[in-house]
Nanobody, 120 residues
Framework: QVQLVESGGGLVQPGGSLRLSCAASGSIFSVYDMGWYRQAPGKQRELVARIDIGGSTNYADSVKGRFTISRDYPKNTVYLQMNSLKLEDTAVYYC??????????????WGQGTQVTVSS
């Protein structure tokens, strides 16, 4: 069994910063792609940023230059540093992780979601 635990959401003023974390634990053989998605009320879930096993990243155009995704390989953790937050960044943020378990089964897992609210 593998678990994902997200943390770091909250309420922040426009222009502020937040850092999200998502840690995978359990019966893990290897962790491949890790990513962050978000879903605002009434909108579809969208990719925010992703990082592959080699460290290559890609970002949604709306967050380029403001958000940074990174990962800690030994801790199987992905981070999203969010700077210069805007009102339109308000959403529930979900991590998504591609994992090969020790039994060699590959699974795609989603975190439980963490609320990010940008408001003055």
């Amino acid at each position: 069994q593998v678990q994902l635990v997200e943390s770091g959401g909250g309420l922040v003023q426009p222009g502020g910063s937040l850092r999200l974390s998502c840690a995978a634990s359990g019966s893990i053989f290897s962790v491949y792609d890790m990513g962050w998605y978000r879903q605002a009320p009434g909108k579809q879930r969208e990719l925010v940023a992703r990082i592959d096993i080699g460290g290559s990243t890609n970002y949604a155009d709306s967050v380029k230059g403001r958000f940074t995704i990174s990962r800690d390989y030994p801790k199987n953790t992905v981070y999203l540093q969010m700077n210069s937050l805007k009102l339109e960044d308000t959403a529930v943020y979900y991590c998504k992780v591609d994992i090969m378990q020790r039994d060699r089964r590959q699974v795609l897992m989603w975190g439980q979601g963490t609320q990010v609210t940008v408001s003055s």
